[in-house]
């Protein structure tokens, strides 16, 4: 069972414009959401992470938004880019280890 | 920093086979994380490693699988008697004990069970 539904399971954006991803969770327990960021061929690497002390976090044209009442998180790509084009995961886990991931969101830019 | 390394990073082999991935994580890093992923699908989670004590398996590992940590340096993943639903690609990844330490990803070993 899936600890981690992530939404939508593709998305195409043009150039310029802000892709959206979204996740929800049950375990309340978790206390750290990363998004990874995967190109084929690679591993997945860290784009940026939050912790549910703090309700957004912004890093470049990356932001995570984060409603713990509602047990959701979200991902905002700004001024997307070709380059941006990859699979984006969300994950949660509790104490740092163990990262549960949703099933991604395959991301397409359009110039 | 040369990040996590894996190998080999392809391996085809016949169902029954059996198979060993070696993974060299950052030096420093003393925990050490098996993933595995199918196509399209996130990562999940196999089995971790503080130092060269396994700390948690998934009830995803069965008995075919084990995995080793010998010095709390490299590890090795072995399949036994592989099967053609073990075709995934298999991660690893490394990271400090403390907390805030994110996960550091290799590139992977993509197997495929004919």
């Known amino acids: 069972q899936q600890q981690v539904k992530q939404s939508p399971q593709s998305l195409i954006v043009q150039k310029g414009g802000i892709s959206i991803i979204n996740c929800a969770y049950e375990?309340?327990?978790?206390?750290?959401f990363p998004w990874y960021q995967q190109f084929p061929g690679k591993g997945p690497a860290l784009l940026i992470a939050?912790?549910?002390?703090?309700s957004e976090k912004k890093e470049g044209r990356f932001t995570i938004s984060f409603n713990k009442s509602a047990k959701q998180f979200s991902l905002h790509i700004m001024d997307s880019q070709p380059g941006d084009s990859a699979t984006y995961f969300c994950a949660a886990s509790r104490n740092d280890y163990k990262l549960s991931f949703g099933a991604g969101t395959t991301v397409t830019v359009r110039a | 920093d040369t990040g996590v390394s894996q190998d080999p990073r392809h391996k085809i082999t016949k169902r029954g086979q059996n198979v060993t991935f070696r993974c060299d994580p950052i030096s420093e890093h003393n925990r050490l994380y098996w993933y595995r992923q199918t196509l399209g699908q996130g990562p999940e989670f196999l089995t971790y490693f503080q130092n060269e004590a396994q700390l948690e398996k998934s009830r995803l590992l069965s008995d075919r699988f084990s995995a080793e940590r010998p010095k709390g340096s490299f590890s090795t993943l072995e399949i036994q008697r592989t099967e053609q639903g073990d075709s995934a690609m298999y991660l690893c990844a490394s990271s400090f004990t403390q907390g805030n330490s994110p996960l550091h990803f290799g590139n992977g070993t993509r197997l495929t069970v004919t």
């Open positions: 939050i912790r549910p002390d703090v």
């Open positions: 375990n309340t327990a978790f206390d750290y």
